[in-house]
Structures are given as structure tokens and as C-alpha cells.
């Protein structure tokens, strides 16, 4: 029995180095061997499911996880896997949302400290404030928000459905939280009035045209696909717009011969090890929370089972019914 224990967790791991085979350097395996055989048993031993975003370094998307996705397969995953524990290889509200929906559940994030900066720029307070301003007007919040701020909206969108969750709203107008860049994004492609917030991601915030001029001046027939966190000049100046998964959707789908993803620097790597005939210019810049995840905590997240994130069960539930709101729209 016990052999036959070792044997499938032997195999799990050769399987996880055929993955990583070409990804990183042979010579580096031995370094990260240790870390992910210790992942891939406990893994089985609590039971745990591991979901990463598209943003989680090569060795954990491709060496580790269970699900990869964009922050709407995430939530979607979340919503539906029976595993007593999930490990979330992403930023805190991710975790939030993934404990939202599985209240009795354990949730852990291997670094609390992966905040973001579009979570950070909205308060539950303002948002009140802001219903106060425009009364009867929808809410809809980014998922990129607290459990706090869900709580006081009618409903969740991501960048993967962000126009489809506002078409589905009553009336003309739709207040829509926090991303300005977004939210200019969607106004663009709806005939409501889009009330917007003035956060930004710190990471595609620092993109601009110029960076597009120049990569297009090196690189004749480039293909530019940008993600809607990006101010608007950047948008107009892109080929294409999409979240995450869409941006990794449509290289898999035309295979452009060089492409220049607008977006945090290992959604490249990834894409690159999933489509190698594709040349990827890296011009990217890197999420320092979604860095802050890497093999050695998730491990130490297994073993000693921290950091368990937990939401007050009264938010929670208000936080709830957006996010299911939000699943629902198809
Ligand atoms: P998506 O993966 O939903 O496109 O979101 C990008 C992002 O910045 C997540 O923090
Ligand atoms: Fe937040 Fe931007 Fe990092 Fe995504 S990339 S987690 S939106 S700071």
C-alpha cells in the first residue's frame, strides 16, 4: 500500500517535470524538485485544490496547480469544487472570494500581504456614499474590490464579463467601481451612462502608447494585446482587448507569428511554454502581490495550514449575493 502510495506520487511528480521541461532551465529542477514533490503530497493529503491566476510564476502554473484561469474562472472554479481546502496562488480578494463562496470551507493564501492596488482605492464607505449620491442607480464592483465593498453592491463583474454584467442591469445608468480605465473601457461599448471611480492598477497604469510606438517601430506586423486595466491611449492603440484568459484565448486561437502582451510579466512566460511558435516581446511589467507567492510558502501554507482567510459571515453573505449574481450572467 504504501508503495503503491509512493509510486503515484513519483509519478505525479514526473509528470510536473515533464510539464516544466523546456519552461525553466534543466539545470534549475533540482531547485524547485523538493518544493513541488512536498506540494504535489500534501496536495493529497488535506485534500487541497491549489488555483492559480494567470499572473503565478511558470514553476507554480504549470508545476503545481490544479486550475489556472483568470480571475472569473477562478471565482467560477471556486463556486464549484468539493475539495476540503483551496489554496489560492493569486492576490487577497481572490481568496475572499473563493471563501465567499465556500464559507465552510478552508481557504488559505500563502502570503497575506498579496493586496492589490484597485482593492485598496475603494472603501465600503464610499460606495454608500456614492448610492447616496446617485440613489436607485445599480452598483456593479470589479471583483478586484474587499469582501466589504461586495457586500454593498448589487453585483460582481470581472474584465472577462464586465459589459455582459452591465447590459444585464436595469435602467440607464450603472455605477461601476473602481477601475476608471475599465469602466472608460465599457462605457465605450454600452449606451448606458457609466458613473466611474477613480482606481487604477498600479501595474497596467504604467503602460503607455509610447511603449506601443516603439515595440511597433522594432517589430514590423506585431500583434498588441492589451489588458482593459490599461489607460485608454494604450486600449485605442492595441490590436486587441481582453482579460487574461482572453488575451491567452486569442494567441492560442490565431497564433500571430510575434505578439506583445500588455499585461503582468508571467502571463507571457506561460503563454510562451503553451504556444511556442508564438515570439513574445517582453514588455511587461510585474505585480509585486501576485510575486509575493512563490513554492516555498505555498508549501509552508500546506503544512502548517496558514493563512486561512476568513470573511464576517454577515458580509459575507450581502458579498454572496453579488458574486452569485454575477455567475449567473451568462
Ligand atoms: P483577469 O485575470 O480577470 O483579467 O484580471 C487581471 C488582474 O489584474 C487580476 O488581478
Ligand atoms: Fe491588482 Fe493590478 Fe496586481 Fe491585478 S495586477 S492584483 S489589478 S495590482
Given at each position: 500500500?504504501?508503495v503503491?502510495?509512493?509510486?503515484?506520487?513519483?509519478?505525479?511528480?514526473?509528470?510536473?517535470?515533464?510539464?516544466?521541461?523546456?519552461?525553466?532551465?534543466?539545470?534549475?529542477w533540482?531547485?524547485?524538485?523538493?518544493?513541488?514533490?512536498?506540494i504535489?503530497?500534501?496536495k493529497?493529503?488535506?485534500?487541497?485544490?491549489?488555483?492559480?491566476?494567470?499572473?503565478?510564476?511558470?514553476?507554480?502554473?504549470?508545476?503545481?496547480?490544479?486550475?489556472?484561469?483568470?480571475?472569473?474562472?477562478?471565482?467560477?472554479?471556486?463556486?464549484?469544487?468539493?475539495?476540503?481546502?483551496?489554496?489560492?496562488?493569486?492576490?487577497?480578494?481572490?481568496?475572499?472570494?473563493?471563501?465567499?463562496?465556500?464559507?465552510?470551507?478552508?481557504?488559505?493564501?500563502?502570503?497575506?500581504?498579496?493586496?492589490?492596488?484597485?482593492?485598496?482605492?475603494?472603501?465600503a464607505?464610499?460606495?454608500?456614499?456614492l448610492?447616496e449620491?446617485?440613489?436607485?442607480?445599480?452598483?456593479?464592483?470589479?471583483?478586484?474590490?474587499?469582501?466589504?465593498?461586495?457586500?454593498?453592491?448589487?453585483?460582481?463583474?470581472?474584465?472577462?464579463?464586465?459589459?455582459?454584467?452591465?447590459?444585464?442591469?436595469p435602467?440607464?445608468?450603472?455605477l461601476?467601481?473602481?477601475?476608471?480605465?475599465?469602466?472608460?473601457?465599457?462605457?465605450?461599448?454600452?449606451?448606458?451612462?457609466?458613473?466611474?471611480w477613480?482606481g487604477?492598477?498600479?501595474?497596467?497604469?504604467?503602460?503607455?502608447?509610447?511603449?506601443?510606438?516603439?515595440?511597433r517601430?522594432?517589430?514590423?506586423?506585431?500583434?498588441?494585446?492589451a489588458?482593459?486595466?490599461?489607460?485608454?491611449?494604450?486600449?485605442?492603440?492595441?490590436?486587441f482587448?481582453g482579460?487574461t484568459?482572453?488575451?491567452?484565448?486569442?494567441?492560442?486561437?490565431?497564433?500571430?507569428a510575434?505578439?506583445?502582451?500588455?499585461?503582468?510579466?508571467?502571463?507571457?512566460?506561460n503563454?510562451?511554454?503553451e504556444?511556442?511558435?508564438?515570439?513574445?516581446?517582453?514588455?511587461?511589467?510585474?505585480?509585486?502581490?501576485?510575486?509575493?507567492i512563490?513554492?516555498?510558502?505555498?508549501?509552508?501554507?500546506?503544512?502548517?495550514?496558514?493563512?486561512?482567510?476568513e470573511?464576517?459571515?454577515?458580509?459575507?453573505?450581502?458579498?454572496?449575493?453579488?458574486?452569485?449574481?454575477?455567475?449567473a450572467?451568462?
Amino acid at each position: 500500500m504504501l508503495v503503491a502510495e509512493r509510486s503515484s506520487d513519483g509519478a505525479r511528480l514526473d509528470a510536473a517535470r515533464r510539464r516544466l521541461d523546456g519552461i525553466i532551465p534543466a539545470a534549475e529542477w533540482h531547485e524547485v524538485a523538493d518544493d513541488i514533490d512536498a506540494i504535489l503530497r500534501l496536495k493529497r493529503a488535506r485534500n487541497a485544490v491549489i488555483l492559480a491566476h494567470n499572473y503565478q510564476t511558470p514553476d507554480i502554473y504549470h508545476g503545481v496547480a490544479d486550475i489556472v484561469g483568470d480571475s472569473l474562472a477562478l471565482a467560477r472554479e471556486a463556486a464549484r469544487t468539493e475539495a476540503e481546502v483551496i489554496v489560492l496562488c493569486g492576490v487577497h480578494f481572490m481568496a475572499e472570494t473563493a471563501k465567499i463562496l465556500n464559507p465552510g470551507r478552508t481557504v488559505l493564501i500563502p502570503d497575506l500581504r498579496a493586496g492589490c492596488s484597485l482593492a485598496d482605492s475603494i472603501t465600503a464607505a464610499d460606495v454608500r456614499l456614492l448610492r447616496e449620491r446617485h440613489p436607485g442607480v445599480p452598483v456593479a464592483v470589479y471583483v478586484n474590490t474587499s469582501a466589504a465593498v461586495k457586500a454593498e453592491a448589487d453585483i460582481c463583474c470581472t474584465s472577462g464579463n464586465a459589459e455582459r454584467v452591465v447590459e444585464s442591469l436595469p435602467g440607464d445608468a450603472v455605477l461601476f467601481l473602481p477601475d476608471e480605465y475599465l469602466a472608460n473601457w465599457v462605457a465605450g461599448r454600452t449606451t448606458k451612462r457609466i458613473i466611474a471611480w477613480h482606481g487604477h492598477c498600479e501595474v497596467h497604469e504604467r503602460f503607455s502608447a509610447a511603449d506601443i510606438a516603439r515595440v511597433r517601430g522594432a517589430h514590423a506586423g506585431i500583434e498588441v494585446i492589451a489588458h482593459p486595466e490599461c489607460p485608454p491611449d494604450v486600449l485605442a492603440a492595441a490590436d486587441f482587448v481582453g482579460s487574461t484568459q482572453q488575451m491567452t484565448d486569442w494567441v492560442r486561437d490565431r497564433r500571430p507569428a510575434r505578439a506583445l502582451l500588455l499585461t503582468e510579466c508571467s502571463m507571457s512566460d506561460n503563454v510562451a511554454a503553451e504556444v511556442p511558435e508564438v515570439e513574445l516581446v517582453r514588455a511587461c511589467n510585474l505585480c509585486p502581490h501576485m510575486k509575493r507567492i512563490d513554492l516555498g510558502n505555498i508549501r509552508h501554507a500546506l503544512e502548517t495550514m496558514t493563512h486561512a482567510v476568513e470573511v464576517d459571515p454577515a458580509i459575507a453573505d450581502r458579498a454572496r449575493r453579488a458574486v452569485e449574481r454575477m455567475l449567473a450572467v451568462r
